[in-house]
């Protein structure tokens, strides 16, 4: 029994080492192959990029612009990891540096300025548009007139029937029997 598990163990090195050999075997070949593929890539490419100016080798990508952040933007994220931060190694919040500004609102005397101005543009454009719309009307008039010329008569008077009233009978008197 002992000399049976000495014999597997033989042979369980010898697959090992047979099989770390054809591994390695078959990793030389598939870098052949892929050199040989990769010249014929670049023979495509070259016969792609032919024209003048183009060069045959892979175009490179441009290197990625980073996005820029204004400064407030930069602080604003500063403190949230703070926060994070902070709440994660169970640290208290720290206080606000400072109160956020009261929101801006418009006074009655700004809002009827902006009223008053936009009243002002839209007579000016009224203004310059009214005479192009008059000349129009005009061409109009002019360009429809002589095509159609009918007199227009005096409007006809319906004669009126007058219809007697109708009025309700007068009620039957009776009279004694006898």
């Given at each position: 029994?002992?000399?049976?598990?000495?014999?597997?163990?033989?042979?369980?090195n010898h697959m090992i080492t047979f099989n770390?050999?054809?591994?390695?075997?078959?990793?030389?070949?598939?870098?052949?192959?892929?050199?040989?593929?990769?010249?014929?890539?670049?023979?495509?490419?070259?016969?792609?990029?032919?024209?003048?100016?183009?060069?045959?080798?892979?175009?490179?990508?441009?290197?990625?612009?980073?996005?820029?952040?204004?400064?407030?933007?930069?602080?604003?994220?500063?403190?949230?990891?703070?926060?994070?931060?902070?709440?994660?190694?169970?640290?208290?919040?720290?206080?606000?540096?400072?109160?956020?500004?009261?929101?801006?609102?418009?006074?009655?005397?700004?809002?009827?300025?902006?009223?008053?101005?936009?009243?002002?543009?839209?007579?000016?454009?009224?203004?310059?548009?009214?005479?192009?719309?008059?000349?129009?009307?005009?061409?109009?008039?002019?360009?429809?007139?002589?095509?159609?010329?009918?007199?227009?008569?005096?409007?006809?008077?319906?004669?009126?029937?007058?219809?007697?009233?109708?009025?309700?009978?007068?009620?039957?008197?009776?009279?004694?029997?006898?």
């Amino acid at each position: 029994m002992g000399t049976h598990v000495a014999r597997s163990r033989c042979t369980l090195n010898h697959m090992i080492t047979f099989n770390h050999s054809i591994l390695e075997a078959a990793l030389a070949g598939l870098e052949t192959q892929k050199r040989r593929i990769d010249a014929q890539i670049a023979e495509v490419r070259a016969m792609l990029f032919s024209h003048p100016g183009q060069s045959a080798t892979t175009p490179e990508a441009a290197p990625r612009q980073r996005r820029k952040f204004s400064a407030a933007t930069r602080r604003r994220m500063k403190e949230a990891q703070r926060r994070r931060w902070a709440k994660i190694r169970g640290e208290a919040e720290p206080a606000t540096p400072k109160a956020p500004k009261p929101k801006r609102r418009l006074s009655a005397a700004g809002r009827k300025a902006i009223v008053a101005a936009a009243k002002k543009r839209w007579a000016l454009k009224r203004a310059e548009a009214a005479p192009k719309k008059i000349a129009r009307k005009k061409a109009a008039v002019e360009k429809a007139a002589p095509a159609k010329t009918v007199k227009k008569s005096a409007p006809v008077e319906k004669p009126v029937v007058k219809t007697a009233k109708k009025t309700a009978p007068a009620p039957a008197v009776e009279q004694p029997a006898g």
